[in-house]
């Protein structure tokens, strides 16, 4: 037996995996979001709490092969040498660094770091969030041992062993010619007294053994840390040929394509997350944007997600005119532009328009954000698509349609701990003595074709959909462009 841990933002599961990749047994436990306004912080023993809670659950006892951690990647948790909080957890979601993050566009640090290491800045990457402590709260960090991403806190609890691996340590700080940190990077954000906190990056994955009993876990069970969750849903996806992308519907869109090289001389877009292969890097896309805006639409307009094929079909593509901007995050949005202050809208409405044409607009939105993304990141190649918003089946042959492509839906459930399984035994399965049919892990369980009406007609929406943005950037710069300033 395997066991994958996905540290999710509001909701931590475990999932065991007998050897040809089948199922065994799926736990998980909700967990909360705190704070206020631009304040998005959790409760870091909640979080281990739940992690060490679904464990013991899935487990049943049994000594795992392999427990593989991956989780929600960037925020800031700051912890002792023992994996305590210093402090409540700084979500990726928090933007209190957004104004650090507009100074650093409006004079050329952030695009200064882009060349570096091919990442830009959004307030709630772990760069912004530790300057913007050392400014603040600066007793915070003297008192804490790292600065570590969510999987990290836990593979610490769990083993004793401070680390991270490639794709965590990607944003912001990794050269990725060198694959160490870049001493200038920090320098850039005014960090470098600050390097000590950064963790270790191991030169495969994290690896330790668990220790008293943890979690119900036998002494000296094998447990991997990483890579976070983007890469590690592409893994579990079977993504890893350049071209191939990966579509994660959930609450937000991680949009991911395999690229052979860091863009470091293009427009600054995105990240570029590191792999095992110093020849491949996830480009990742991962807009703030996702499942979050129809939940809204779905609330606002008194409906329910169970509705949601009933919605789809009740009104025609493009909705009767009503269109939608999906970007309601607080924060803006990071890709595939970095405007703190994008901001959600409908357009088209009159007295006619239903509360089917509301969420269609919004489902098409999304999906038009989508493809945006993919399209920057270089899709060439197949992609696959998983994430809780592709289990409706209305909505993601509306995706195949706006993104002109058969969609391979990966095998469940949970894609990212099964791609932590795969990467935890790729980098450690001659310790183990095991290996893994990795065809058969992967294989997708469908693909959904587009409808070519369906993509005709979503050509020319989304070309619509592209000048509605820019008209929107635009106004959100204001007269003299002073609240954009220095925007890509």
């Given at each position: 037996?395997?066991?994958?841990?996905?540290?999710?933002?509001?909701?931590?599961?475990?999932?065991?995996?007998?050897?040809?990749?089948?199922?065994?047994?799926?736990?998980?436990?909700?967990?909360?979001?705190?704070?206020?306004?631009?304040?998005?912080?959790?409760?870091?023993?909640?979080?281990?709490?739940?992690?060490?809670?679904?464990?013991?659950?899935?487990?049943?006892?049994?000594?795992?092969?392999?427990?593989?951690?991956?989780?929600?990647?960037?925020?800031?948790?700051?912890?002792?040498?023992?994996?305590?909080?210093?402090?409540?957890?700084?979500?990726?979601?928090?933007?209190?660094?957004?104004?650090?993050?507009?100074?650093?566009?409006?004079?050329?640090?952030?695009?200064?770091?882009?060349?570096?290491?091919?990442?830009?800045?959004?307030?709630?990457?772990?760069?912004?969030?530790?300057?913007?402590?050392?400014?603040?709260?600066?007793?915070?960090?003297?008192?804490?041992?790292?600065?570590?991403?969510?999987?990290?806190?836990?593979?610490?609890?769990?083993?004793?062993?401070?680390?991270?691996?490639?794709?965590?340590?990607?944003?912001?700080?990794?050269?990725?010619?060198?694959?160490?940190?870049?001493?200038?990077?920090?320098?850039?954000?005014?960090?470098?007294?600050?390097?000590?906190?950064?963790?270790?990056?191991?030169?495969?994955?994290?690896?330790?053994?668990?220790?008293?009993?943890?979690?119900?876990?036998?002494?000296?069970?094998?447990?991997?840390?990483?890579?976070?969750?983007?890469?590690?849903?592409?893994?579990?996806?079977?993504?890893?040929?350049?071209?191939?992308?990966?579509?994660?519907?959930?609450?937000?869109?991680?949009?991911?394509?395999?690229?052979?090289?860091?863009?470091?001389?293009?427009?600054?877009?995105?990240?570029?997350?590191?792999?095992?292969?110093?020849?491949?890097?996830?480009?990742?896309?991962?807009?703030?944007?996702g499942t979050v805006a129809l939940d809204w639409v779905l609330g606002l307009t008194g409906t329910t997600h169970d509705q949601l094929s009933e919605l789809l079909d009740a009104t025609p593509r493009g909705a009767r005119g009503v269109a939608a901007l999906p970007y309601l995050s607080p924060s803006g949005e990071r890709v595939p532009f970095v405007d703190p202050t994008a901001r959600a809208e409908f357009t088209g409405l009159d007295l006619r328009a239903t509360r089917a044409d509301l969420v269609r607009a919004m489902c098409e939105a999304i999906a038009f954000a989508a493809r945006h993304c993919l399209e920057a990141a270089g899709l060439t190649g197949r992609l696959a698509v998983c994430g809780g918003g592709a289990r409706n089946p209305a909505w993601l042959r509306l995706f195949a349609d706006v993104l002109g492509r058969p969609l391979r839906v990966a095998r469940g459930p949970e894609p990212g701990a099964r791609g932590a399984v795969l990467a935890g035994v790729a980098a450690h399965g001659d310790t183990l003595g095991r290996q893994l049919d990795v065809a058969r892990w992967t294989a997708p369980e469908a693909v959904i074709d587009p409808d070519p009406a369906g993509v005709a007609y979503y050509e020319h929406a989304y070309a619509d959909y592209l000048f509605r943005v820019e008209s929107a950037r635009n106004r959100w710069a204001g007269p003299a462009g002073a609240r954009g300033a220095g925007r890509p």
């Open positions: 037996m395997f066991v994958g841990l996905d540290m999710g933002t509001s909701v931590v599961k475990a999932a065991a995996f007998a050897d040809d990749g089948a199922t065994l047994r799926v736990e998980s436990m909700p967990i909360s979001l705190g704070g206020q306004g631009e304040h998005v912080e959790q409760d870091i023993e909640e979080v281990v709490r739940a992690a060490t809670g679904v464990l013991a659950a899935v487990s049943e006892g049994q000594a795992p092969a392999l427990v593989a951690i991956t989780g929600q990647g960037d925020g800031l948790w700051l912890v002792d040498a023992e994996g305590r909080a210093v402090r409540p957890a700084m979500s990726w979601m928090d933007g209190r660094a957004g104004g650090l993050v507009a100074g650093w566009m409006a004079d050329g640090t952030a695009e200064r770091l882009y060349r570096r290491t091919g990442n830009v800045l959004f307030p709630g990457s772990p760069g912004p969030l530790l300057a913007w402590l050392d400014r603040h709260e600066p007793q915070s960090l003297d008192a804490a041992t790292t600065a570590a991403c969510c999987k990290d806190v836990v593979h610490l609890r769990l083993t004793g062993e401070r680390g991270t691996d490639l794709s965590d340590a990607s944003v912001p700080f990794l050269d990725p010619r060198t694959r160490t940190y870049a001493p200038e990077a920090l320098a850039d954000l005014g960090l470098g007294h600050r390097a000590g906190l950064l963790p270790p990056i191991a030169a495969t994955l994290p690896y330790g053994q668990a220790r008293g009993h943890i979690a119900g876990l036998p002494d000296g069970t094998p447990v991997t840390g990483g890579p976070y969750d983007l890469p590690a849903s592409a893994t579990g996806a079977g993504v890893t040929e350049p071209g191939d992308g990966l579509l994660i519907v959930g609450t937000t869109l991680a949009c991911q394509v395999v690229v052979e090289r860091v863009a470091l001389d293009e427009d600054p877009v995105g990240f570029h997350l590191a792999t095992a292969r110093p020849d491949r890097h996830m480009r990742a896309l991962p807009a703030m944007t």
